[in-house]
């Protein structure tokens, strides 16, 4: 299959919790935090400092910005957003769409999922070549059968057995443009000419991703 290239989009997630839950954990937070970031605050501060040392002496460079920005807020911040976009802890999967099964599970309501598992995802996203910043997904395959629910389940596309599907990899690439266009733009605007695209395929696996990663060099160097 042909690798699928995109511009990324914006995304977003909720999170909800009883009044009483969250005036207890206001509390809780009110009592240990002090305590714990006065403990910590030293590694923190040493942290921050390092960090900002490492940001203010890389190159000035369209390439060493590059470089930069995918060590310090690329890599990281599409790491946490694509964690974030898990169907759920327990099946850590982008789901583009699911099947219903012939016999439907036996009364139990179950489905078929589709889509890219997140599970064994690296840290390491995104592959610099020149002013090219690619993110680099592997297909999306099986992923197994459940119940579908949970805050994701509404926004799951369901076919019925036998139903032309739509291409898998254009609506992770919609979910993808939905989850993370401000970063793209960020990079586009801050260094001039790069482009930030994302790969889908044809590697069928993370593992293959990386053996790709490591024929082809992840990163282009600074200069």
């Given at each position: 299959?042909?690798a699928?290239e995109?511009?990324?989009d914006?995304?977003?997630r909720?999170?909800?919790?009883?009044?009483?839950?969250?005036?207890?954990?206001?509390?809780?937070a009110?009592?240990?935090?002090?305590?714990?970031?006065?403990?910590?605050?030293?590694?923190?501060?040493?942290?921050?400092l390092?960090?900002?040392?490492?940001v203010?002496?890389a190159p000035?460079?369209p390439?060493g910005?590059i470089a930069?920005w995918?060590?310090f807020?690329?890599?990281p911040q599409?790491h946490?957003?694509?964690?974030?976009m898990?169907?759920s802890?327990?099946q850590p999967?982008?789901?583009t769409?699911?099947?219903?099964?012939?016999d439907g599970?036996?009364?139990?309501?179950e489905?078929?999922?589709?889509?890219i598992?997140?599970?064994?995802m690296p840290?390491e996203l995104v592959?610099?070549?020149?002013?090219e910043?690619?993110?680099v997904l592997p297909e999306?395959?099986?992923l197994?059968?459940?119940?579908?629910r949970?805050d994701h389940a509404?926004?799951v596309?369901?076919?019925?057995?036998?139903a032309?599907v739509?291409?898998p990899?254009?609506?992770?690439?919609?979910?993808?443009?939905w989850?993370l266009?401000?970063l793209?733009?960020?990079?586009?605007?801050?260094?001039?000419?790069?482009?930030?695209?994302?790969e889908?395929?044809?590697?069928?696996?993370?593992?293959?991703?990386?053996?790709?990663r490591?024929?082809?060099g992840a990163?282009?160097?600074?200069?």
């Amino acid at each position: 299959m042909r690798a699928m290239e995109t511009t990324i989009d914006r995304g977003s997630r909720r999170w909800r919790a009883s009044g009483l839950i969250a005036l207890a954990a206001i509390v809780v937070a009110g009592l240990v935090a002090p305590g714990y970031f006065h403990w910590k605050a030293p590694e923190i501060r040493a942290r921050r400092l390092s960090t900002e040392a490492e940001v203010a002496g890389a190159p000035t460079s369209p390439a060493g910005r590059i470089a930069a920005w995918t060590r310090f807020g690329g890599d990281p911040q599409i790491h946490n957003r694509l964690q974030a976009m898990r169907f759920s802890a327990e099946q850590p999967w982008l789901v583009t769409h699911a099947l219903r099964t012939p016999d439907g599970d036996a009364g139990r309501g179950e489905v078929e999922f589709h889509g890219i598992d997140l599970g064994d995802m690296p840290r390491e996203l995104v592959v610099v070549q020149g002013f090219e910043v690619r993110l680099v997904l592997p297909e999306p395959r099986v992923l197994g059968r459940g119940p579908l629910r949970g805050d994701h389940a509404g926004f799951v596309p369901v076919y019925e057995p036998g139903a032309a599907v739509p291409d898998p990899r254009a609506r992770a690439r919609e979910i993808l443009l939905w989850a993370l266009e401000d970063l793209g733009r960020a990079l586009e605007r801050d260094v001039p000419g790069a482009r930030f695209t994302i790969e889908i395929g044809p590697h069928a696996s993370w593992s293959a991703v990386r053996e790709s990663r490591a024929e082809t060099g992840a990163r282009a160097p600074a200069r």
